[in-house]
């Protein structure tokens, strides 16, 4: 029973490491470029528009090619921090509608609710509904800044803003469009980019370690259970 409590102990431990590693990317954008609502005037701006493309390709999820492709909604992104949530195939979603094609140079933002933050970026190929953004970033931006951007309170507060008329808030595409963003030196994005890289493999590292401590959690409780302890 000792190591059993030992073990829930060390979850709550590694629990509490990941929500402070979440924190790490927000606090260093700010650190790097500063509050984004309080800089104007540090660095040029143009709108979005001309700053990216949403060229994604609609496909048929129903042809073999794209039957094993991992379907991100939405649902499969974390609010606030544009975590990647575990998600299904095509095949296993039993998709019949077209989707976007999207791969590692993308940034998915969902256009559904802009209040959620919801923004990720995808480690490689796959499909996004249609609630979806695949946005690219052009030669102006590194995705990394793109999609910190995204989730900062100065972008979601004009999001939300100008959605806000429908009855489901939803950004359409000249509203994104229409948005400034920020367009700092590209070294200094540069560097933000590799240690947002740095950040991200720590937390798959974490990852690793907690479902370990998952599954051997879980394997004690079924062993006290079962009186073997």
Same mark, same amino acid.
């Given at each position: ?21 979440? *924190? ?8 790097? /470029? ?5 800089? !104007?005037?540090? =660095? @040029? ?6 700053? !990216? ?6 496909? *048929? @999820?129903?042809? +073999?090619?794209?039957?094993?492709? &991992?379907?991100?909604? &939405? ?16 095949? +296993? ?8 094609? /999207? ?10 609710? @802009? ?18 953004? @695949?946005?690219?970033?052009g030669s102006r931006l590194f995705r990394e800044?793109? =999609? ?8 979601t507060a004009r999001a939300v803003d100008l ?19 920020? !367009?700092?030196?590209? &070294?200094?994005?540069?560097? /933000? ?20 401590? *998952? ?15």
């Amino acid at each position: 029973m000792k190591l059993l409590n030992e073990t829930d102990e060390l979850r709550k431990l590694r629990a509490q490491a990941d929500r402070r590693t979440a *924190d790490l990317i927000p606090a260093l954008f700010h650190e790097m /470029f500063g509050d984004m609502g309080l800089s !104007v005037g540090r =660095w @040029p701006t143009d709108r979005l528009g001309k700053l !990216v493309a949403i060229e994604a390709t609609l496909v *048929d @999820p129903r042809e +073999e090619a794209y039957q094993d492709l &991992p379907h991100i909604g &939405p649902d499969r992104i974390e609010r606030n921090n544009g975590k990647l949530l575990p998600s299904k195939s095509a095949r +296993e979603d039993g998709l019949i509608s077209a989707k976007f094609l /999207f791969d590692e140079r993308d940034v998915l933002y969902s256009k559904i609710r @802009p209040n959620l933050r919801k923004a990720a970026l995808p480690d490689g190929l796959g499909l996004c509904s249609a609630d979806m953004y @695949p946005i690219r970033a052009g030669s102006r931006l590194f995705r990394e800044f793109l =999609w910190a951007y995204l989730l900062t309170d100065h972008f979601t507060a004009r999001a939300v803003d100008l959605s806000a008329r429908a009855n489901m808030p939803k950004l359409n595409r000249v509203q994104l469009d229409s948005i400034e963003a920020p !367009v700092p030196p590209l &070294p200094l994005q540069k560097e /933000f980019a590799a240690r947002v890289a740095e950040i991200r493999g720590l937390e798959t590292e974490q990852t690793t370690s907690r479902s370990r401590l *998952d599954a051997l959690f879980q394997s004690l409780l079924h062993g006290a259970f079962a009186g073997e302890l």
